[in-house]
């Protein structure tokens, strides 16, 4: 069982940026892929951010690309979303997932296990 807790978030002006954390217990962390979601008011959970911890390769949509970069520490069993040039519309609730598969994955099924969510807010 693995326990994802989420932090970083905050309110921040358009063109900013922030950092986000996920701290990871239990399991054998470096066996598990890890992935960014985010979900906006009313909208359906969407795909931020894979990381594979065997290859180090990396998965963004193109919403993000460029500007967001996850990368993380086995070791410390944490994992991190660099967000950069933010904009208004990436302002919603993310949220860091592992799976039990260390190949990349883009779909919200694809993943066991959930943080409880960190609030980010980009004002224009």
């Known amino acids: 069982q693995v326990q994802l807790v989420e932090s970083g978030g905050g309110l921040v002006q358009a063109g900013g940026s922030l950092r986000l954390s996920c701290a990871a217990s239990?399991?054998?962390?470096?066996?598990?892929?890890m992935g960014w979601f985010r979900q906006a008011l009313g909208k359906e959970r969407e795909f931020v951010a894979a990381?594979?911890?065997?290859?180090?390769?990396?998965n963004y949509p193109d919403s993000v690309e460029g500007r967001f970069t996850i990368s993380g520490d086995s070791a410390k069993k944490m994992t991190y979303l660099q967000m950069n040039s933010l904009k208004p519309e990436d302002t919603a609730v993310y949220y860091c997932a592992a799976r039990r598969r260390w190949a990349i994955a883009t779909t919200s099924g694809e993943y066991d296990y959930w943080g409880q969510g960190t609030q980010v807010i980009v004002s224009s």
């Open positions: 239990g399991g054998t962390f470096n066996m598990y892929g």
């Open positions: 990381i594979n911890w065997i290859s180090g390769g990396t």
